[in-house]
């Protein structure tokens, strides 16, 4: 069974950077479609970034110019570089396989001062 492991959220002030990973429990879950989605209490799961195999990605207006993803096979590991935090980021932020339906169990970011 495909496991994924969300890592490097936390508390970061406005205008600064996180990193967070999606790491795989097999490197066949993130060589396809890899998406990112955030979510806060009593709204929706919004898609923020997504990437397809051959590297492409697409992002949410809202994170456009300011969010990259990328991925690395070798470490079995999708990145969410997120720059330019505004507080409107502060969520969960969940990853997951689209080829095996797989979601983790999230890391929370703070976006305050």
């Known amino acids: 069974q495909v496991q994924l492991v969300e890592s490097g959220g936390g508390l970061a002030q406005p205008g600064r950077s996180l990193r967070l990973s999606c790491s795989a429990s097999?490197?066949?879950?993130?060589?396809?479609?890899v998406t990112w989605f955030r979510q806060t209490p009593g709204k929706q799961r919004e898609l923020v970034a997504r990437?397809?195999?051959?590297?492409?990605?697409d992002y949410a207006d809202s994170v456009r110019g300011r969010f990259t993803v990328s991925r690395d096979s070798a470490k079995k590991t999708v990145y969410l570089q997120m720059d330019s935090l505004k507080p409107e980021d502060t969520a969960v932020y969940y990853c997951?396989?689209?080829?095996?339906?797989?979601w983790g169990r999230g890391t929370q970011v703070t976006v305050s001062s």
């Open positions: 997951k396989s689209e080829t095996f339906g797989a």
């Open positions: 097999e490197s066949v879950a993130i060589q396809y479609v």
């Open positions: 990437i397809s195999a051959d590297g492409s990605a």
